[in-house]
């Protein structure tokens, strides 16, 4: 996956251990071989994004795509997804939900604050995993500007 020619780096935001597996391995096999940084928490991610200042200037001339789960040891993941879309540095990042909350107004607000997609995780281990699979296909074909 690339974007403008440059490589995109997925950020995965994902405190269980088993479901991080799980999207890793399905995107892999989509035939997605961009590099994964995975992070278990909030303020680790924000770092890495945003920059331990938070100015969001570390990330000028990175492509990230991000895959952000909602429910965060630290921190709310809309918490996270508001900080990045209301950077100016980081505001047209695309962010993947992936999450277990199925709340209609959870689902809304992140696509109020930006989220690109909103994908429910199914609590069942083959549903989850068939939608991770799709995940895959849809980064596989998509461009990042």
Known sequence: MKAVGKEVTIVMIEDDEGHARLIEKNVRRAGVNNEIIPFTNGNDALDFILGKDRSGNVSVDRYLLILLDLNLPDMS??????????????????????????????????????????????VDYDNFANAIRQLGLFFSVMQIP
């Open 77 to 122: 993941g809309t918490d996270i997804l508001e900080k990045v879309k209301s950077n100016p540095h980081t505001r047209r990042l695309p962010v993947v939900i992936l999450t277990t909350t199925d709340d209609e107004r959870e689902i809304q607000r992140c696509y109020d604050l930006g989220a690109n997609v909103y994908i429910t995780k199914p």
